[in-house]
């Protein structure tokens, strides 16, 4: 059976912004930005979608493994390395 990879990062998240973004913090933390409002779970779940889209893997490969109801995060994403999310993140 093969090893799936996979890994971890932190984010901080801008619900409520004028624009969708995501660019990576000087402090190595990725900083998203969601038009989404923090009620109900929706800036939550419009995360997963920008990060579904942006690095082309589907939904279920991405979860909140931290930080639920706060601004900063962990999530963890299976299928990619940190060097490749990096990489897609800066296209």
Do not use: W, Y
């Not at 059976?1 to 998240?13: A, D, R």
């Not at 779940?45 to 920008?50: A, W």
């Not at 493994?65 to 296209?91: F, M, Q």
């Amino acid at each position: 059976m093969e090893k799936q990879s996979g890994c971890t990062f932190e984010v901080h998240l801008k619900p409520r912004a004028k624009r969708d973004g995501i660019v990576m913090g000087e402090s190595g933390v990725l900083e998203i930005s969601v038009t989404s409002p923090p009620v109900d779970d929706r800036a939550n779940e419009h995360l997963v979608k920008l990060l579904s889209k942006r690095l082309s893997i589907p939904r279920s490969s991405i979860r909140i493994i931290k930080g639920g109801h706060s601004r900063n995060k962990v999530v963890a994403l299976d299928g990619l390395t940190d060097t490749e999310v990096k990489n897609r993140i800066a296209v």
